[in-house]
């Protein structure tokens, strides 16, 4: 039995650049992975057969039977498998579960399958699963480009803590899609964000909370209402920078020590929150 890791990300920037005419956005992101992990395991087997711990998860509506489809369209292979999904990342959180998971399951089937497919050969089908699922091949920090199937990795970002609260929103359906349609021209930037952080991870690897950006936080707030009394409530509890990830909901703060993450983690675990304390990884694991 294979067993991976799929992480959770955070974008630390990330910013609309335009509109294109394929009907996409073209972005600059900065993305940085946390070790926050879904597990993948993978045994061989006659069919195609998925089980998963979390009972609101549908394989087919998941990125990790798409992307079984399609490596299995695209090289022919007439082997199976059964694929278990032991989920930690919550579901439609703008944390990229499910596009961690596809990028798990197109390197867990290439090495289960002995396909010895590249890293770019799979990065070529990364685009017909997500947009985030190209950067998990990755792992570590990236500058994302293009509509995210551009990616370039950077040096690691100094080791910090992240407290994520995931807040008890409705889950809308194409969620993504509403926000990106909720954007006006004013919310369009010309990369500068994302360029200055990327410069200063190049230059001396410092970071700090300032450099953040989401240009989704100008219109999620307004979609989700409830998302300003949560911010309200890390706030208080000692939250200094508080942000929202991806397309949200959940809002997290980067932490610099490891006492003040854990008491900040357990003040927000004591209100009710649903809290997780993570810290970023600075690569993805390697399949032996």
């Keep these: 039995m294979l067993t991976i890791q799929a992480p959770a990300k955070l974008n630390l920037t990330l910013e609309v650049l335009a509109k294109r005419q394929d009907g996409f956005h073209e972005i600059r992101s900065v993305i940085q992975t946390i070790n926050l992990c879904d597990s993948l395991r993978f045994q061989l087997s006659q069919n195609i057969e ?103 990795p950077l ?63 100008n219109v999620a707030f307004a979609t989700f209402p409830e998302l300003s009394v949560y911010r309200e409530y890390m706030m208080k509890a000692g939250a200094t920078d508080v942000h929202l990830a991806g397309s949200g909901p959940t809002l997290f703060t980067p932490v610099k020590g490891k006492t003040q993450a854990e008491e900040l983690y357990l003040r927000l675990q004591q209100q009710g929150l649903e809290t997780y304390l993570t810290e970023t990884l600075a690569t993805i694991e390697k399949i032996e």
Aim: proline share 5%.
């Design 50 to 152: 998925y089980k998963c711990d979390a009972l609101n998860w549908i394989s087919e509506e998941s990125l990790v039977s798409k992307a079984t489809g399609l490596l299995q369209g695209v090289t022919g292979c007439t082997k199976g498998a059964v694929i278990e999904v032991s989920k930690r990342i919550p579901l439609v959180s703008g944390l990229g579960g499910d596009s961690s998971d596809a990028a798990a399951t197109l390197r867990g089937l290439n090495k289960l399958w002995g396909l010895s497919l590249s890293r770019r050969e799979l990065l070529k089908l990364a685009p017909q699963l997500g947009s985030d699922v190209a950067f998990f091949l990755y792992g570590g920090t990236a500058l994302v480009k293009g509509k995210g199937e551009m990616v370039i």
């Design 155 to 217: 040096p690691p970002l100094p080791q910090m803590w992240v407290v994520l609260v995931v807040p008890h929103t409705p889950r809308l359906p194409r969620k993504t899609e509403q926000l990106y349609a909720s954007l006006k021209a004013s919310h369009y930037t010309q990369g500068q964000i994302t360029e200055r952080l990327v410069e200063r991870l190049r230059e001396s690897g410092e970071f700090t909370p300032s450099l953040l950006f989401n240009t989704f936080e």
